[in-house]
């Protein structure tokens, strides 16, 4: 085990049944995949974290402003993009990724559900299409936040007004992206684009999710982290995408390190309907099994794993992760890492030892170490700290006028400071825990 946090990885934080994730690529250079920052998470007693807050005052910042380099949105529901309005107005987002499915719903479909956060994100998408197209048309450069990729096949995509936007703004299925907010990171960070296809484009939301694995890469290829990300995609399109990747050999776009378990540990993934009776497809575990890399994780963005399923409960299922427990080396749920009574994010880093979740005892050992003080800022260990110390806050350890003014090292000796009670030994996970 390294002696310092990873400066390249991912966060899943603690927001329950919802996703928000952020990849680190450097401090330079921040993704957040989707946000589900509700009001709730402001509230002292509650476990889920304010990941707008606390996102912010990690990020660098660029002309005096917090700057996010890009916000990918798989699909509009509310717990994939609530606080996305908060963090627009707050923060400047270089690029925004979207799918076709937006333009589906605004113009094609005047019945179709938003919250306010989705409406806000397709009138700031819809804003930077027409800022693109001009730039192209005036050749000039794009300006800063006003980026956006349109991600995905739509077969009716001439009648939206992305459909003549420069190629290079326009991305399908089967292409691999090197570049965000127009920066290339190739050797670093690549985004395969899986999902969502021409096929399913009037389907059901969570149907149309964008679906990507994103590689990252500290040195040469060894040094690797492989995450899948399906959003909400049930079984019919994922099964679609292990087949048609296969056919095509595209294998090495189906392997992880960690796989983001889809709709929340939903048991749609591997359970449907069968002549009227609830079937478990093991093709689909087999094939997860079969793409996992040595000591690939599961991971659930949701809250606690229920001690039995009811009908017409919503996710996560007991059914599906005891199937994910069967099939993958390890499964941690969000919302129960280390503990339910005071979760902390689910941090994968990856350096020159491969690809890891980070344990408790590494940020303990980093938030003491003087070479971690004096090296700068680490962005991957600021997230993680950041979201760490406010667990501890809402557990009653760590008070509001602590954490206001504390950089994210300060955050996590705090948070080993609250745990120990003194000089002892942690009692319990720090930071990123421990298997259960």
């Not at 349109?150 to 691999?176: A, N, R, T, W």
């Not at 591997?270 to 094939?287: A, C, P, R």
Request: a negative charge.
């Amino acid at each position: 085990m390294t002696t310092d946090i990873p400066q390249l990885g991912l966060v899943f934080w603690p927001v329950g049944s919802g996703d928000s994730s952020t990849i680190v690529v450097d401090d330079d250079t921040l993704v957040q995949v989707d946000l589900n920052d509700r009001a709730n998470a402001d509230s002292d007693e509650t476990p889920e974290v304010p990941v707008v807050d606390l996102l912010l005052e990690t990020l660098p910042i660029v002309n005096g402003q917090p700057f996010l380099s890009a916000f990918v949105l798989t699909h509009a529901d509310q717990d994939h993009c609530s606080g996305f309005s908060d963090l627009l107005e707050k923060a400047t987002i270089g690029e925004l990724w979207a799918t076709p499915r937006m333009w589906r719903e605004l113009d094609g479909d005047p019945d179709a559900t938003l919250c306010d956060d989705a409406k806000a994100f397709h009138d700031e998408v819809r804003r930077r299409v027409e800022a693109v197209k001009k730039a192209h048309h005036d050749g000039t450069d794009i300006a800063p936040g006003d980026r956006v990729l349109v991600v995905g096949y739509d077969i009716d995509e001439e009648k939206f007004d992305y459909h003549d936007l420069p190629d290079e703004h326009l991305l399908k299925p089967g292409m691999s992206v090197f570049s965000i907010n127009g920066v290339d990171h190739s050797g670093r960070f690549e985004a395969f684009i899986h999902a969502p296809f021409k096929d399913d484009a009037a389907g059901a939301r969570n149907d149309t999710s964008l679906s990507l694995q994103v590689t990252l890469t500290d040195g040469d290829s060894s040094h690797q982290a492989k995450v899948l990300l399906f959003g909400d995609l049930a079984y019919d399109t994922i099964m679609k995408i292990f087949e048609y990747s296969e056919a095509h050999d595209r294998e090495e776009y189906l392997e992880w390190d960690l796989l983001l378990a889809p709709h929340h540990c939903s048991k749609s993934v591997m359970y449907i309907i069968e002549d009227g009776k609830e079937t478990l497809k093991t093709d689909i575990l087999e094939s997860f099994e079969k793409h996992a890399r040595e000591g690939a994780v599961i991971v659930a963005s949701s809250a606690a794993i229920p001690s039995s399923d009811e009908v017409g409960q919503n996710p996560p299922h007991k059914k599906a992760a005891d199937r994910y427990k069967e099939y993958a080396d390890r499964f941690i749920c969000t919302m129960e890492w280390p503990t339910a009574e005071d979760p902390s994010p689910v941090v994968l880093g990856v350096d020159t030892t491969g690809a890891k979740i980070v344990e408790d005892q590494l940020v303990e050992h980093s938030a003491k170490s003087i070479e971690f003080a004096k090296s700068g800022p680490h962005r991957l260990a600021e997230v993680a700290a950041a979201a760490t110390a406010a667990g501890r806050y809402a557990a009653g350890a760590i008070t509001a006028a602590e954490t206001a003014s504390m950089t994210g090292p300060e955050r996590v000796q705090a948070a080993v400071a609250a745990d120990r009670g003194a000089e002892e030994a942690p009692s319990t996970a720090v930071g990123f825990g421990r298997d259960r």
